[in-house]
């Protein structure tokens, strides 16, 4: 089994700054669209917040590229492609394995930190290379309106997003920086995709975090302590 941490959403790079916690929910901001879109930030809801989070750059009227999807059956569809998706399937991410969905976050008056906000239990893959079934594209998922490279893929299955901005959810260490996270007891050196060097693990379980890269592959087999501590993650989410 893999779980898979997947960053998402605004930060400096996508959008211009982290996706905003509101009434102590934390709403993860699309990033602005790329290749195809017929979403806006308005149809979400999202106008004001992506607005203030961009200084004014995007707003309502903007396209964006809304990915993860979490629809209203309780499902998430979630589209991968070109070099990261690339690295999913060299990591064998397939059905049964986990996406933790985390971005930066920042509630008026706080610092900005990773947090963990959705999660996808993998039941579906879904290879684009030869067309995109048609419910995906009445769905309007980005992945499914525009081929962005050979390897489009979408990954299904059940999933859905917090409520709340528990501290359960946090990965950044208190007072920061955003790159330096709490890390899980189970997980040690070696065990996380794009974190090799051994500068990046420091003692009081803290890890500091590659700044750019979205799929984090941590490959726990059989081990129960990282099973453990998945289900919790998962239930503070469903919970919410």
């Known amino acids: 089994m893999r779980i898979i941490f997947s960053r998402k959403g605004f930060d400096s790079a996508a959008g211009g700054g982290p996706s905003p916690i509101v009434g102590g929910r934390p709403v993860s901001l699309p990033i602005p669209a790329g290749a195809a879109s017929r979403t806006r930030y308005g149809d979400l809801g ?6 203030a989070a961009s200084r004014g750059r995007l707003g309502g009227d903007a396209l964006c590229h809304h990915d993860p999807m979490f629809v209203e059956d309780g ?4 589209g991968q492609v070109g070099a990261a998706q690339t690295h999913l399937s060299n990591r064998g991410v397939g059905r049964g394995d986990v996406f933790l969905f985390f971005g930066l976050f920042r509630e008026a008056g706080g610092d900005p930190h990773h947090r963990i906000f959705g999660y996808l239990e993998v039941e579906d893959i879904i290879p684009l290379a ?6 995906l594209v009445e769905r309007g998922h980005p992945h499914a309106l525009a081929m962005h490279g050979t390897n489009d893929t979408i990954y299904a299955g059940p999933g859905r997003t917090a409520n709340k901005a528990c501290d359960a959810l946090r990965l950044t260490v208190p007072g920061g920086p955003a790159s330096l996270w709490r890390r899980p007891a189970w997980l040690s050196p070696g065990g996380l995709s794009y974190h090799d060097r051994a500068d990046r693990w420091l003692p009081a379980k ?8 979205q799929e984090f592959v941590a490959d726990i087999g059989r081990r129960q302590a990282p099973r453990a501590w998945l289900a919790r993650i998962v239930e503070e989410i469903r919970a919410s």
């Open 46 to 51: 999202l106008g004001e917040h992506a607005a």
């Open 75 to 78: 499902r998430c569809l979630f």
């Open 130 to 135: 030869s067309g995109a079934p048609q419910w």
């Open 206 to 213: 803290r890890l500091r975090s590659v700044a750019r890269g």
